[in-house]
Protein backbone atom coordinates (compact mmCIF):
# COMPACT_ATOMS: atom_id res chain seq x y z
CA UNK A 1 0.00 0.00 0.00
CA UNK A 2 1.27 3.43 -1.36
CA UNK A 3 2.20 6.31 1.69
CA UNK A 4 0.50 9.39 2.07
CA UNK A 5 3.28 11.18 0.92
CA UNK A 6 3.72 8.90 -1.96
CA UNK A 7 0.25 9.51 -2.96
CA UNK A 8 0.59 13.22 -2.51
CA UNK A 9 3.89 13.49 -4.50
CA UNK A 10 4.07 10.35 -6.78
CA UNK A 11 7.20 9.42 -8.34
CA UNK A 12 4.92 8.70 -11.86
CA UNK A 13 1.82 10.76 -12.94
CA UNK A 14 0.26 7.09 -12.75
CA UNK A 15 0.79 6.60 -9.52
CA UNK A 16 -1.80 9.23 -8.25
CA UNK A 17 -4.97 7.80 -7.60
CA UNK A 18 -8.05 8.80 -6.65
CA UNK A 19 -9.38 6.01 -3.73
CA UNK A 20 -13.52 6.96 -2.91
CA UNK A 21 -13.56 4.36 -0.02
CA UNK A 22 -11.15 6.03 2.19
CA UNK A 23 -13.07 7.28 5.31
CA UNK A 24 -13.97 11.17 5.85
CA UNK A 25 -10.68 11.70 8.19
CA UNK A 26 -8.06 10.71 5.42
CA UNK A 27 -10.45 12.45 2.86
CA UNK A 28 -9.35 15.65 5.62
CA UNK A 29 -6.48 15.67 5.65
CA UNK A 30 -5.37 14.80 1.75
CA UNK A 31 -7.73 17.84 0.87
CA UNK A 32 -6.11 20.05 3.63
CA UNK A 33 -2.51 18.34 3.02
CA UNK A 34 -2.96 19.43 -0.77
CA UNK A 35 -4.59 23.17 -0.28
CA UNK A 36 -1.42 23.65 2.00
CA UNK A 37 1.03 22.31 -0.92
CA UNK A 38 -0.63 24.58 -3.19
CA UNK A 39 -0.92 27.67 -1.10
CA UNK A 40 3.26 26.82 -0.44
CA UNK A 41 3.43 26.32 -4.44
CA UNK A 42 1.83 29.49 -4.88
CA UNK A 43 3.83 31.63 -2.45
CA UNK A 44 6.95 30.45 -3.92
CA UNK A 45 5.95 31.08 -7.46
CA UNK A 46 5.10 34.52 -6.09
CA UNK A 47 8.23 35.03 -4.16
CA UNK A 48 10.09 34.04 -7.08
CA UNK A 49 8.11 36.42 -9.65
CA UNK A 50 9.17 39.30 -7.10
CA UNK A 51 12.52 38.53 -6.57
CA UNK A 52 13.12 38.23 -10.78
CA UNK A 53 11.22 41.75 -11.12
CA UNK A 54 13.42 43.39 -8.78
CA UNK A 55 16.47 41.95 -10.18
CA UNK A 56 15.46 43.02 -13.79
CA UNK A 57 14.69 46.16 -12.03
CA UNK A 58 18.08 47.01 -10.23
CA UNK A 59 19.98 45.45 -13.32
CA UNK A 60 18.07 47.91 -15.45
CA UNK A 61 19.00 50.99 -13.06
CA UNK A 62 22.48 50.04 -12.88
CA UNK A 63 23.39 49.13 -16.03
CA UNK A 64 24.48 52.80 -17.16
CA UNK A 65 26.89 53.02 -13.95
CA UNK A 66 28.31 49.36 -15.13
CA UNK A 67 28.39 49.62 -18.73
CA UNK A 68 29.34 53.56 -19.38
CA UNK A 69 31.11 54.21 -16.12
CA UNK A 70 29.30 57.15 -14.92
CA UNK A 71 27.14 58.39 -11.90
CA UNK A 72 26.77 58.40 -8.72
CA UNK A 73 27.74 61.00 -6.03
CA UNK A 74 31.39 60.30 -6.09
CA UNK A 75 31.39 60.69 -9.86
CA UNK A 76 29.18 63.97 -9.59
CA UNK A 77 32.03 65.28 -6.87
CA UNK A 78 34.52 64.51 -9.85
CA UNK A 79 32.66 66.53 -12.57
CA UNK A 80 32.41 69.32 -9.81
CA UNK A 81 35.99 69.37 -9.22
CA UNK A 82 37.29 69.24 -12.50
CA UNK A 83 34.54 72.16 -13.54
CA UNK A 84 36.24 74.25 -10.52
CA UNK A 85 37.12 77.97 -11.81
CA UNK A 86 40.11 79.03 -10.41
CA UNK A 87 40.28 82.24 -11.60
CA UNK A 88 38.30 85.48 -11.78
CA UNK A 89 36.12 85.68 -14.74
CA UNK A 90 37.26 82.02 -15.75
CA UNK A 91 35.09 79.71 -17.44
CA UNK A 92 33.74 76.16 -17.04
CA UNK A 93 34.11 74.50 -20.22
CA UNK A 94 32.79 71.05 -21.02
CA UNK A 95 35.82 69.65 -24.16
CA UNK A 96 33.84 66.93 -26.42
CA UNK A 97 37.04 65.04 -28.01
CA UNK A 98 39.01 65.55 -24.89
CA UNK A 99 41.48 62.70 -25.61
CA UNK A 100 41.63 63.38 -29.33
CA UNK A 101 45.03 65.31 -30.53
CA UNK A 102 43.22 69.15 -30.28
CA UNK A 103 41.18 68.57 -27.37
CA UNK A 104 43.83 67.10 -25.10
CA UNK A 105 46.21 70.36 -26.02
CA UNK A 106 43.32 72.66 -25.91
CA UNK A 107 41.90 71.29 -22.36
CA UNK A 108 45.09 71.58 -20.62
CA UNK A 109 45.53 74.88 -22.01
CA UNK A 110 42.18 75.89 -20.17
CA UNK A 111 42.89 74.38 -17.04
CA UNK A 112 46.60 76.24 -16.87
CA UNK A 113 45.05 79.11 -17.02
CA UNK A 114 42.49 78.76 -14.49
CA UNK A 115 39.32 77.55 -16.18
CA UNK A 116 37.50 74.18 -15.10
CA UNK A 117 37.65 71.88 -17.79
CA UNK A 118 35.37 68.49 -18.18
CA UNK A 119 36.37 66.08 -21.06
CA UNK A 120 34.25 63.80 -22.62
CA UNK A 121 35.25 61.00 -25.14
CA UNK A 122 34.42 57.40 -26.49
CA UNK A 123 37.80 56.62 -26.93
CA UNK A 124 36.91 54.65 -30.01
CA UNK A 125 39.36 52.65 -32.19
CA UNK A 126 39.73 54.74 -34.98
CA UNK A 127 43.22 54.90 -34.32
CA UNK A 128 45.18 52.99 -31.34
CA UNK A 129 43.22 53.73 -28.19
CA UNK A 130 46.65 53.54 -26.16
CA UNK A 131 47.42 57.05 -27.03
CA UNK A 132 43.82 58.01 -26.14
CA UNK A 133 44.28 56.77 -22.78
CA UNK A 134 47.94 57.79 -22.68
CA UNK A 135 46.40 61.73 -23.52
CA UNK A 136 44.12 60.66 -20.50
CA UNK A 137 46.94 59.97 -17.61
CA UNK A 138 48.40 63.00 -19.34
CA UNK A 139 45.03 65.17 -18.69
CA UNK A 140 44.35 63.64 -14.88
CA UNK A 141 47.45 64.06 -14.01
CA UNK A 142 46.39 68.10 -14.85
CA UNK A 143 43.27 67.76 -12.51
CA UNK A 144 41.13 67.07 -16.11
CA UNK A 145 38.30 64.77 -15.75
CA UNK A 146 37.86 63.35 -18.80
CA UNK A 147 34.32 61.04 -18.79
CA UNK A 148 33.95 58.00 -20.86
CA UNK A 149 30.91 58.29 -23.01
CA UNK A 150 29.58 58.93 -26.32
CA UNK A 151 28.04 62.05 -27.64
CA UNK A 152 24.71 60.33 -28.65
CA UNK A 153 24.37 59.64 -24.66
CA UNK A 154 21.80 62.08 -24.25
CA UNK A 155 21.05 61.15 -20.68
CA UNK A 156 24.99 61.24 -19.90
CA UNK A 157 24.86 64.84 -21.62
CA UNK A 158 21.85 65.69 -19.71
CA UNK A 159 23.50 64.53 -16.24
CA UNK A 160 26.80 66.79 -16.94
CA UNK A 161 24.28 69.71 -17.50
CA UNK A 162 22.63 69.23 -14.44
CA UNK A 163 25.84 68.43 -12.27
CA UNK A 164 27.51 71.60 -14.34
CA UNK A 165 26.40 74.77 -14.93
CA UNK A 166 28.97 74.68 -18.47
CA UNK A 167 29.33 78.29 -19.42
CA UNK A 168 30.89 76.97 -22.93
CA UNK A 169 31.11 73.84 -24.39
CA UNK A 170 34.20 73.08 -26.77
CA UNK A 171 33.16 70.79 -29.09
CA UNK A 172 35.96 68.71 -30.41
CA UNK A 173 34.50 65.07 -30.67
CA UNK A 174 34.17 63.98 -34.48
CA UNK A 175 34.61 61.37 -36.90
CA UNK A 176 38.02 62.75 -38.92
CA UNK A 177 40.11 61.31 -41.17
CA UNK A 178 38.95 62.19 -45.15
CA UNK A 179 40.10 59.06 -47.13
CA UNK A 180 38.55 56.40 -44.12
CA UNK A 181 35.23 58.01 -44.96
CA UNK A 182 35.02 55.88 -47.89
CA UNK A 183 35.61 52.91 -45.61
CA UNK A 184 33.31 53.37 -42.86
CA UNK A 185 30.85 56.31 -43.89
CA UNK A 186 28.22 54.96 -41.10
CA UNK A 187 30.89 56.46 -38.34
CA UNK A 188 30.94 59.98 -39.85
CA UNK A 189 27.14 60.59 -40.12
CA UNK A 190 26.93 58.93 -36.34
CA UNK A 191 29.65 61.11 -34.64
CA UNK A 192 29.33 64.41 -37.33
CA UNK A 193 25.70 64.51 -37.57
CA UNK A 194 23.65 62.15 -34.94
CA UNK A 195 26.41 63.14 -32.32
CA UNK A 196 26.53 66.98 -33.37
CA UNK A 197 22.69 67.43 -33.08
CA UNK A 198 22.68 65.20 -29.74
CA UNK A 199 24.82 67.86 -28.49
CA UNK A 200 23.19 70.42 -29.68
CA UNK A 201 19.95 69.15 -28.24
CA UNK A 202 21.31 69.37 -24.21
CA UNK A 203 22.68 72.87 -24.91
CA UNK A 204 19.38 74.78 -26.15
CA UNK A 205 17.96 72.77 -23.06
CA UNK A 206 20.16 73.85 -20.53
CA UNK A 207 19.76 77.04 -18.41
CA UNK A 208 22.00 78.71 -18.92
CA UNK A 209 22.90 77.63 -22.22
CA UNK A 210 26.34 77.52 -22.99
CA UNK A 211 28.26 79.34 -25.81
CA UNK A 212 29.34 76.75 -28.20
CA UNK A 213 32.78 76.12 -30.28
CA UNK A 214 33.38 73.94 -32.41
CA UNK A 215 35.80 72.26 -35.43
CA UNK A 216 34.65 72.47 -38.81
CA UNK A 217 37.47 71.51 -41.43
CA UNK A 218 39.22 73.15 -44.22
CA UNK A 219 37.63 70.43 -46.28
CA UNK A 220 34.66 72.22 -46.57
CA UNK A 221 35.94 74.46 -49.85
CA UNK A 222 36.27 70.92 -51.43
CA UNK A 223 36.55 71.72 -55.31
CA UNK A 224 36.91 75.91 -54.12
CA UNK A 225 40.10 76.53 -56.56
CA UNK A 226 40.06 80.39 -55.42
CA UNK A 227 43.02 80.82 -53.36
CA UNK A 228 43.26 81.87 -50.65
CA UNK A 229 40.19 80.32 -49.23
CA UNK A 230 38.10 82.63 -47.26
CA UNK A 231 35.51 82.24 -45.38
CA UNK A 232 32.71 83.84 -47.79
CA UNK A 233 34.20 81.85 -50.64
CA UNK A 234 31.80 78.77 -51.92
CA UNK A 235 31.37 75.59 -50.08
CA UNK A 236 28.98 73.81 -52.04
CA UNK A 237 31.22 71.40 -53.32
CA UNK A 238 32.63 69.34 -51.07
CA UNK A 239 34.99 66.39 -51.99
CA UNK A 240 34.36 63.41 -49.81
CA UNK A 241 32.04 62.30 -47.14
CA UNK A 242 34.20 63.61 -43.91
CA UNK A 243 33.85 67.27 -45.72
CA UNK A 244 30.04 66.95 -46.23
CA UNK A 245 29.59 66.27 -42.73
CA UNK A 246 31.17 68.96 -41.45
CA UNK A 247 29.22 71.44 -43.93
CA UNK A 248 26.31 69.92 -42.63
CA UNK A 249 27.26 70.82 -39.01
CA UNK A 250 28.18 74.20 -40.34
CA UNK A 251 24.07 74.39 -41.80
CA UNK A 252 22.87 72.33 -38.28
CA UNK A 253 24.53 74.55 -35.88
CA UNK A 254 23.22 77.38 -38.02
CA UNK A 255 19.93 76.45 -37.41
CA UNK A 256 20.45 75.81 -33.44
CA UNK A 257 21.49 79.27 -33.35
CA UNK A 258 18.37 80.56 -35.25
CA UNK A 259 15.43 78.94 -33.81
CA UNK A 260 17.44 78.60 -29.93
CA UNK A 261 19.72 81.26 -29.59
CA UNK A 262 22.61 79.54 -28.94
CA UNK A 263 26.21 81.16 -29.82
CA UNK A 264 28.25 79.39 -31.96
CA UNK A 265 31.75 79.62 -33.26
CA UNK A 266 32.68 77.51 -36.40
CA UNK A 267 36.14 76.97 -36.65
CA UNK A 268 37.79 75.24 -39.87
CA UNK A 269 40.82 74.10 -38.96
CA UNK A 270 43.97 73.38 -41.73
CA UNK A 271 45.92 70.12 -41.30
CA UNK A 272 46.64 70.37 -37.63
CA UNK A 273 49.58 68.29 -36.79
CA UNK A 274 52.04 68.57 -33.53
CA UNK A 275 53.10 66.26 -30.56
CA UNK A 276 50.50 64.02 -29.15
CA UNK A 277 48.92 63.82 -32.98
CA UNK A 278 46.78 61.57 -34.66
CA UNK A 279 48.67 58.35 -36.17
CA UNK A 280 46.39 58.63 -39.18
CA UNK A 281 47.53 62.03 -40.61
CA UNK A 282 50.34 61.84 -43.61
CA UNK A 283 53.66 63.37 -41.09
CA UNK A 284 52.69 60.82 -38.67
CA UNK A 285 52.49 57.87 -40.32
CA UNK A 286 55.46 58.56 -42.46
CA UNK A 287 57.16 59.70 -39.60
CA UNK A 288 56.76 56.14 -38.67
CA UNK A 289 57.48 54.09 -41.87
CA UNK A 290 60.52 56.30 -42.24
CA UNK A 291 62.02 54.93 -39.12
CA UNK A 292 61.04 51.53 -39.46
CA UNK A 293 62.42 51.59 -43.28
CA UNK A 294 59.18 50.73 -44.71
CA UNK A 295 58.30 52.89 -48.16
CA UNK A 296 55.86 56.23 -47.89
CA UNK A 297 53.30 56.97 -50.84
CA UNK A 298 53.27 60.47 -51.60
CA UNK A 299 50.30 61.47 -54.35
CA UNK A 300 50.58 63.07 -56.83
CA UNK A 301 47.70 65.67 -58.24
CA UNK A 302 46.61 66.34 -62.00
CA UNK A 303 49.72 67.12 -64.72
CA UNK A 304 52.27 66.08 -61.68
CA UNK A 305 51.51 68.29 -59.70
CA UNK A 306 52.76 67.97 -55.93
CA UNK A 307 49.45 68.51 -53.37
CA UNK A 308 49.68 71.07 -50.88
CA UNK A 309 48.42 71.78 -47.11
CA UNK A 310 48.50 74.80 -45.25
CA UNK A 311 49.73 72.86 -42.26
CA UNK A 312 49.15 74.42 -39.21
CA UNK A 313 50.80 73.84 -35.41
CA UNK A 314 48.77 72.80 -32.63
CA UNK A 315 50.12 75.70 -30.68
CA UNK A 316 49.00 78.06 -33.10
CA UNK A 317 45.04 75.85 -33.10
CA UNK A 318 45.19 76.07 -29.69
CA UNK A 319 45.80 80.14 -29.51
CA UNK A 320 42.85 80.43 -32.15
CA UNK A 321 40.37 78.05 -29.75
CA UNK A 322 41.05 80.22 -26.70
CA UNK A 323 40.29 83.17 -28.30
CA UNK A 324 36.96 81.89 -29.85
CA UNK A 325 36.25 81.02 -26.72
CA UNK A 326 36.99 84.48 -25.39
CA UNK A 327 35.15 86.20 -27.39
CA UNK A 328 32.22 83.89 -28.06
CA UNK A 329 29.63 86.43 -26.67
CA UNK A 330 27.11 84.81 -24.77
CA UNK A 331 23.73 82.26 -25.93
CA UNK A 332 20.50 84.22 -25.58
CA UNK A 333 18.32 81.63 -24.64
CA UNK A 334 17.00 79.75 -21.71
CA UNK A 335 15.29 76.14 -21.05
CA UNK A 336 14.75 75.96 -25.08
CA UNK A 337 13.34 79.22 -25.94
CA UNK A 338 15.02 81.99 -27.64
CA UNK A 339 15.05 85.34 -26.47
CA UNK A 340 17.13 87.38 -28.79
CA UNK A 341 19.51 86.75 -31.54
CA UNK A 342 23.04 85.46 -30.74
CA UNK A 343 26.50 85.40 -32.30
CA UNK A 344 26.91 82.66 -35.32
CA UNK A 345 30.81 82.96 -36.30
CA UNK A 346 32.67 80.77 -38.30
CA UNK A 347 36.82 81.23 -38.84
CA UNK A 348 39.76 79.86 -41.02
CA UNK A 349 42.22 78.79 -38.59
CA UNK A 350 45.47 77.77 -40.78
CA UNK A 351 49.12 79.06 -40.94
CA UNK A 352 48.62 81.26 -44.29
CA UNK A 353 51.44 79.03 -45.98
CA UNK A 354 50.99 76.03 -48.33
CA UNK A 355 53.73 73.19 -48.04
CA UNK A 356 54.21 70.74 -50.86
CA UNK A 357 54.07 66.88 -49.73
CA UNK A 358 57.45 66.07 -51.03
CA UNK A 359 58.68 69.07 -49.11
CA UNK A 360 56.97 67.69 -45.90
CA UNK A 361 58.84 64.59 -46.37
CA UNK A 362 62.10 66.73 -46.98
CA UNK A 363 61.78 68.03 -43.78
CA UNK A 364 60.97 64.93 -41.52
CA UNK A 365 64.06 63.25 -43.60
CA UNK A 366 66.38 65.89 -42.42
CA UNK A 367 64.83 65.93 -38.64
CA UNK A 368 65.00 61.98 -38.57
CA UNK A 369 68.49 61.94 -40.50
CA UNK A 370 67.10 59.17 -42.26
CA UNK A 371 66.17 58.96 -45.91
CA UNK A 372 62.56 58.05 -47.00
CA UNK A 373 61.41 55.20 -49.36
CA UNK A 374 59.50 57.20 -51.63
CA UNK A 375 56.61 55.87 -54.04
CA UNK A 376 54.97 58.24 -55.44
CA UNK A 377 51.88 57.45 -57.40
CA UNK A 378 48.64 59.33 -58.84
CA UNK A 379 45.77 60.62 -56.02
CA UNK A 380 43.42 58.14 -56.05
CA UNK A 381 40.02 59.36 -55.93
CA UNK A 382 39.36 59.54 -52.29
CA UNK A 383 38.15 62.42 -51.31
CA UNK A 384 40.99 64.19 -51.51
CA UNK A 385 41.82 67.82 -53.00
CA UNK A 386 45.02 69.23 -54.52
CA UNK A 387 46.01 72.30 -52.21
CA UNK A 388 44.58 74.36 -48.94
CA UNK A 389 45.64 77.78 -47.96
CA UNK A 390 43.83 79.85 -45.54
CA UNK A 391 42.85 83.74 -45.49
CA UNK A 392 43.11 84.39 -41.52
CA UNK A 393 42.18 88.16 -41.53
CA UNK A 394 38.65 87.69 -40.21
CA UNK A 395 40.37 85.23 -37.20
CA UNK A 396 43.07 88.32 -36.88
CA UNK A 397 40.76 90.88 -36.61
CA UNK A 398 38.07 89.17 -34.31
CA UNK A 399 40.70 88.02 -31.66
CA UNK A 400 44.26 88.78 -32.75
CA UNK A 401 44.86 85.12 -34.03
CA UNK A 402 48.47 84.73 -35.48
CA UNK A 403 49.93 81.73 -36.01
CA UNK A 404 53.79 81.64 -35.46
CA UNK A 405 55.20 78.74 -36.17
CA UNK A 406 56.49 77.40 -39.39
CA UNK A 407 56.52 73.64 -40.94
CA UNK A 408 60.55 73.24 -40.19
CA UNK A 409 60.12 74.71 -36.65
CA UNK A 410 56.62 72.73 -35.60
CA UNK A 411 58.04 68.84 -37.21
CA UNK A 412 61.00 69.46 -35.60
CA UNK A 413 58.96 69.42 -32.32
CA UNK A 414 56.83 66.67 -33.39
CA UNK A 415 59.95 64.19 -34.08
CA UNK A 416 61.43 64.90 -30.39
CA UNK A 417 58.29 64.06 -29.29
CA UNK A 418 57.69 60.90 -31.79
CA UNK A 419 60.89 60.09 -30.69
CA UNK A 420 60.40 60.24 -26.35
CA UNK A 421 57.05 58.83 -26.96
CA UNK A 422 57.82 55.42 -28.75
CA UNK A 423 61.46 55.62 -27.98
CA UNK A 424 64.61 55.12 -30.34
CA UNK A 425 63.63 51.24 -30.73
CA UNK A 426 61.60 51.79 -34.09
CA UNK A 427 65.10 52.51 -35.98
CA UNK A 428 66.31 48.89 -35.07
CA UNK A 429 66.91 47.06 -38.35
CA UNK A 430 67.66 50.51 -40.75
CA UNK A 431 70.96 50.95 -42.00
O1 LIG B 1 42.25 70.28 -42.79
C1 LIG B 1 41.37 69.48 -42.57
O2 LIG B 1 40.23 69.79 -42.39
C2 LIG B 1 41.69 68.01 -42.59
O3 LIG B 1 43.10 67.87 -42.36
C3 LIG B 1 43.57 66.55 -42.41
O4 LIG B 1 43.34 66.00 -43.70
P1 LIG B 1 44.47 66.06 -44.79
O5 LIG B 1 44.81 67.47 -45.14
O6 LIG B 1 44.06 65.17 -45.89
O7 LIG B 1 45.73 65.51 -43.97
P2 LIG B 1 46.60 64.21 -44.14
O8 LIG B 1 45.78 62.99 -44.15
O9 LIG B 1 47.70 64.28 -43.15
O10 LIG B 1 47.22 64.39 -45.61
C4 LIG B 1 48.10 65.48 -45.88
C5 LIG B 1 48.58 65.41 -47.32
O11 LIG B 1 49.35 64.22 -47.50
C6 LIG B 1 48.83 63.48 -48.59
N1 LIG B 1 49.02 62.06 -48.32
C7 LIG B 1 48.36 61.47 -47.33
C8 LIG B 1 48.55 60.14 -47.04
C9 LIG B 1 49.45 59.41 -47.82
O12 LIG B 1 49.68 58.20 -47.62
N2 LIG B 1 50.10 60.03 -48.83
C10 LIG B 1 49.92 61.35 -49.11
O13 LIG B 1 50.53 61.88 -50.03
C11 LIG B 1 47.39 63.89 -48.73
O14 LIG B 1 46.94 63.69 -50.05
C12 LIG B 1 47.44 65.35 -48.33
O15 LIG B 1 47.77 66.11 -49.42
C13 LIG B 1 42.86 65.72 -41.37
O16 LIG B 1 43.28 64.37 -41.46
C14 LIG B 1 41.36 65.80 -41.51
O17 LIG B 1 40.77 65.11 -40.44
C15 LIG B 1 40.90 67.24 -41.58
O18 LIG B 1 40.97 67.80 -40.31
Not at 63 to 82: D, H, L, P, T
Not at 115 to 131: I, M, R
Not at 173 to 192: D, F, I, K, L, T
Not at 336 to 364: C, D, E, H
Request: aromatic share 12%.
Amino acid sequence: MPSLEEELFPSTPGKFKIDRGHNMNRQFHRCFASTSTMFLWALFLIALTASYLSFQSFVDSGSRYFSASWGGIQWEKQVRNSAQIHRSGGMSVLVTGAAGFVGTHVSLALKKRGDGVVGLDNFNNYYDPSLKRARNSLLNGHGVLVVEGDLNDAKLLAKLFDVVAFTHVMHLAAQAGVRYAMENPNSYVHSNIAGLVSLLEVCKSANPQPAIVWASSSSVYGLNDKAPFSESDRTDQPASLYAATKKAGEEITHTYNHIYGLSITGLRFFTVYGPWGRPDMAYFSFTRNILQGKPITIYRGKNRADLARDFTYIDDIVKGCLGSLDTSGKSTGSGGKKKGNAPYRIFNLGNTSPVKVPVLVNILESHLKVKAKRKIIDMPGNGDVPFTHANISHAQREFGYKPTTDLQTGLKKFVRWYLSYYGYNNRKGLQ
